[in-house]
């Protein structure tokens, strides 16, 4: 679970976001959605940064319609995150 993390969370805001996250099935499973949804690619409009260290996906959110997605990743030590 904890790969799906930002590194730049404090260890309160992390227990916050893992506890939510656990607890509530629909956050869940739109958390597993948009993973899928940015790995397949088949939803992502584009794809902004130098993706050598930084990437935004932009996606139709695959849980709620008309509604636009954009998620960060960072680079750190050879890792890439989602940012926070």
Not at 11 to 21: I, K, N, P
Not at 36 to 42: E, L, N, Q, S, T
Not at 63 to 82: N, P, Y
């Amino acid at each position: 679970m904890r790969a799906f993390v930002p590194l730049d969370l404090s260890e309160a805001d992390l227990q916050g976001f893992l506890g939510d996250v656990l607890a509530n099935e629909e956050q869940w499973a739109q958390l597993v959605a948009e993973i899928r949804a940015i790995a397949d690619g088949a939803a992502v409009k584009k794809i902004g940064g130098d993706q050598v260290s930084r990437a935004t996906f932009f996606f139709q959110s695959p849980i709620a319609e008309l509604c636009d997605r954009e998620v960060a990743f960072t680079c750190v030590g050879g890792e890439w995150r989602a940012e926070g």
